[in-house]
């Protein structure tokens, strides 16, 4: 995540009164959580109620608009302090259509107009909250929608996409470019006539489509769309409804949402799960957000000397563990669980949230539908204000059953550090980066061949289960994978290019973690050696679909490799206990060669015994295996799970930069 924003400075504000009569508060852990569920407004024909949290108010004003956007408020209505911190009034009258703001007043001081913490449907730049009827925003066939069956973690595949990304170019055939709509077009397809949007997603075989951030963020003015500004959306302004630029009306409220819920129940139908990019451990700034405008100084985490923490490298850092942030994350995500029938949640910068929210998170979410995904990046931009024992971090998994994180052990194992893009890694020849690798192909559990003092960043096992890991080689962070291998081998050619770019898959789809990736990848897609292009225009971040025809040897690739790891459970046996027991490093003479067997029909696997072999080195590599008939299902760069020819056992010899595949 990537991002400017703005600091806040100043004094935390403590003494305040929630009710008709003073109440001073010593300290944020004092104020009160309401237990019933957060619901800012609740509208029927005859009259819509209004209740805000703001424990340290002295007044709440509830101001009605006729625009989202334009004029002044039409009425003014004073809220009536209740228990637990709540304000509340009701107003007679039938508001569908209309919009409104809170504004809380401390110490004489109005705070400014806010839409509320929840605020579910927003006018546009979501700077005040629509009323609308939330049952008019089904689609058609919507109370019918599924989530895709899902038998275990250890059979899911993800693809992390930006919208825009995914669908701007023209040579995507799509009508809605940059749209949620894009996802939910049939039938469409590159000037050559191979299969774009939905339909190659259904043809790559990826179970889950990884949204960036999808909720309103604050970096998109929703009136200039056609300046062809962009951001991936780390920027937080409303977490409970949907990005208006993402719409074909942000004017409109009720759309976005409809548009949403069109994309995911289409998604649905073409069996593929969607997983939604959270970022709750910052807001976009803090000086007029939401939580400020509401409560000041309890949402955040402050140093010592007053000033705003910084774990995100963006100006702030939320407080998960005070009670009422934590609510709202329980709340925002089982919110679109529900109503959103999202499938899955990756948690940006996970490690500055605290550890005993996560698991709530997990336990509120197992209520919904256990088969929810939930994983995060174990890190911090920098160090949070809070004990490390009590964060997220990759080092914490242990702590955090059913919750995954990014292996940047196997990533910069396989490509090279992430603060020199000009440094390669095992994938590009250069040794050393061995155990890091293999430390990743286990999926980051105890494993008795794994050496952890010479795993590049985890001197210790971090995954209880090897479904906790997310195996990955690039993202939307950093440089995508083509690039890096450009700026890793500036002399690379196009054909050495895309025999890495299919070694690298190969470890990211033969690992026992949870396979990732990023969209474009299996289409040698690049982004113009642009290593941070979270502001860069389409021409630098679109997918140029026509890349399909002209590298479809590389998304042949992907796509068999996906399905033979879909089509032999013994590459996802999704218990550590099972890996311990059948997966095996064989000894090999050197660096950058890495073999591995799967053995004694691992995890009831039809295929009793399955080799891989690694080979980074740029010239051709040899191992043995005892003798007999196998089974060739990858080499060269081609993979067929069917088989591509038989081999008979003894000295078997590797191809430079490619992974040789097969099985007694």
């Known amino acids: 995540m990537k991002l400017k924003s703005v600091v806040l400075s100043g004094l935390v504000l403590f003494a305040v009164s929630c009710t008709s009569e003073k109440k001073v508060y010593k300290s944020f852990d004092e104020y009160p959580v309401p237990s019933a569920p957060i619901n800012e407004m609740e509208y029927t024909p005859s009259k819509t109620s209004f209740t805000l949290w703001a424990p340290t108010a002295d007044q709440v004003e509830l101001m009605l608009f006729d625009s989202g956007d334009e004029g002044s408020a039409y009425q003014s209505v004073t809220l009536e302090p209740k228990d637990d911190g709540l304000w509340s009034a009701s107003v007679d009258q039938d508001l569908k259509g209309k919009f409104y703001a809170f504004n809380v007043k401390i110490k004489d001081k109005w705070l400014g107009e806010t839409p509320g913490l929840m605020a579910?449907?927003?006018?546009?730049?979501?700077?005040?909250?629509?009323?609308?009827?939330?049952?008019?925003?089904?689609?058609?066939?919507?109370?019918?929608?599924?989530?895709?069956?899902?038998?275990?973690?250890?059979?899911?595949?993800?693809?992390?996409?930006?919208?825009?990304?995914?669908?701007?170019?023209?040579?995507?055939?799509?009508?809605?470019?940059?749209?949620?709509?894009?996802?939910?077009?049939?039938?469409?397809?590159?000037?050559?006539?191979?299969?774009?949007?939905?339909?190659?997603?259904?043809?790559?075989?990826?179970?889950?489509?990884?949204?960036?951030?999808?909720?309103?963020?604050?970096?998109?003015?929703?009136?200039?769309?056609n300046k062809n500004k962009y951001n991936w959306g780390y920027d937080p302004q409303n977490y409970n409804v949907p990005e208006g630029s993402y719409s074909t009306n942000p004017k409109e409220p009720a759309t976005r949402i409809i548009e949403f819920k069109k994309m995911v129940q289409s998604l649905h139908k073409e069996g593929i799960r969607v997983v939604m990019d959270v970022v709750y451990n910052h807001t976009s700034n803090a000086h007029d957000s939401n939580f400020e405008l509401t409560a000041p100084g309890y949402f955040y985490r402050h140093r010592p000397d007053g000033k705003l923490a910084n774990g995100s490298g963006c100006g702030n850092e939320t407080a998960s563990e005070r009670g009422m942030m934590r609510k709202f994350m329980i709340e925002s995500v089982v919110y679109w669980a529900t109503e959103y029938h999202i499938d899955g949640f990756r948690f940006d910068l996970m490690g500055i949230h605290d550890i005993e929210t996560m698991n709530e998170i997990r336990a509120a979410l197992d209520k919904v539908d256990p088969t929810i995904y939930i994983y995060g990046e174990g890190w911090a931009a920098e160090a949070p204000r809070l004990a490390k024992d009590k964060l997220a971090m990759k080092?914490?998994?242990?702590?955090?059953?059913?919750?995954?994180?990014?292996?940047?052990?196997?990533?910069?194992?396989?490509?090279?550090?992430?603060?020199?893009?000009?440094?390669?890694?095992?994938?590009?020849?250069?040794?050393?980066?061995?155990?890091?690798?293999?430390?990743?192909?286990?999926?980051?559990?105890?494993?008795?061949?794994?050496?952890?003092?010479?795993?590049?960043?985890?001197?210790h096992p971090w995954a209880l289960q090897p479904t906790q890991m997310i195996s990955y080689v690039s993202c939307h962070d950093d440089m995508c994978l083509v690039d890096r291998i450009k700026s890793s081998v500036p002399n690379a050619t196009p054909a050495a290019i895309a025999n890495i770019d299919k070694l690298a898959v190969t470890a990211v789809l033969t690992s026992q973690g949870v396979p990732f990736i990023f969209a474009g990848e299996e289409v040698m897609r690049d982004k113009k050696m642009v290593h941070n292009s979270f502001e860069s225009p389409d021409e630098v971040n679109a997918i140029n679909w026509n890349n399909k025809t002209l590298y479809k040897d590389v998304f042949n690739y992907y796509k068999g490799m996906i399905a033979l790891r879909k089509a032999h459970p013994a590459f996802r046996m999704g218990d550590a206990e099972m890996v311990r027991k059948h997966m095996e490093f064989l000894p090999v003479a050197g660096s950058n060669l890495i073999v591995f067997r799967l053995k004694d029909n691992a995890n009831g696997d039809s295929w009793r015994d399955i080799y891989v072999a690694l080979n980074g080195d740029w010239t051709a590599r040899k191992f043995t295996v005892e003798a007999g008939k196998y089974t060739v299902v990858c080499k060269n760069g081609v993979v067929n799970r069917y088989g591509l020819g038989t081999m008979y056992g003894g000295e078997v010899y590797v191809p430079g930069q490619s992974a040789l595949i097969f099985y007694k």
């Open 120 to 225: 579910k449907a927003v006018g546009l730049n979501g700077k005040r909250a629509a009323i609308i009827d939330m049952r008019e925003t089904n689609p058609k066939g919507w109370e019918l929608d599924k989530r895709p069956p899902l038998m275990k973690d250890a059979d899911i595949v993800l693809y992390e996409m930006h919208f825009r990304d995914f669908s701007m170019d023209t040579t995507s055939g799509i009508k809605n470019r940059g749209k949620f709509l894009a996802l939910t077009e049939k039938g469409t397809k590159n000037t050559a006539g191979d299969a774009t949007g939905i339909d190659h997603l259904k043809e790559l075989g990826i179970t889950h489509v990884h949204l960036l951030p999808s909720f309103d963020f604050a970096s998109i003015d929703e009136t200039q769309l």
């Open 395 to 459: 080092e914490n998994i242990l702590k955090m059953p059913r919750i995954a994180a990014f292996s940047d052990e196997l990533r910069d194992g396989l490509r090279g550090p992430f603060n020199d893009n000009a440094k390669g890694g095992f994938m590009t020849g250069v040794p050393g980066k061995e155990m890091s690798v293999k430390f990743g192909l286990v999926g980051a559990i105890q494993h008795p061949q794994i050496l952890n003092d010479s795993v590049n960043y985890s001197k």
